[in-house]
């Protein structure tokens, strides 16, 4: 085999594993040499997090903290009926 194909073959193979290596964002399409920045590039996408004022637990929607509100509520009605 000629050297000069295999180095051309080398250098294929090198642009792929860079490319397939970048982490690209869904929303905006920018990329990222690691997933860890992509993750934290996407939570400025995100709405602003909802707290529970009860427990603390974070929502990234306003309303699954509205739905987990109400089935807290819920479930606190049963625990008065039942205490
Ligand atoms: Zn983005
Ligand atoms: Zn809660």
């Known amino acids: ?3 000069a194909d295999d180095e051309y073959t080398h250098d ?4 792929q594993e860079i490319r397939k290596d970048l982490y690209e964002c869904a929303i905006c399409k ?3 040499l690691y997933k ?5 590039h996407i939570t400025k996408h995100m709405e602003p997090t909802h ?3 009860k427990c ?3 929502f990234g929607r306003k309303d699954a903290l509205k739905r987990h509100i109400q ?3 819920i ?4 625990l008065d009926m039942n205490s």
């Open 51 to 53: 707290f529970c004022e």
């Open 75 to 78: 479930k606190k009605d049963i």
């Open 56 to 58: 603390d637990h974070v």
């Open 30 to 32: 920018k990329t990222f």
């Open 1 to 3: 085999m000629p050297a």
């Open 71 to 73: 089935i807290n509520t």
């Open 12 to 15: 294929n193979i090198n642009i």
């Open 36 to 40: 860890s920045w992509l993750a934290l």
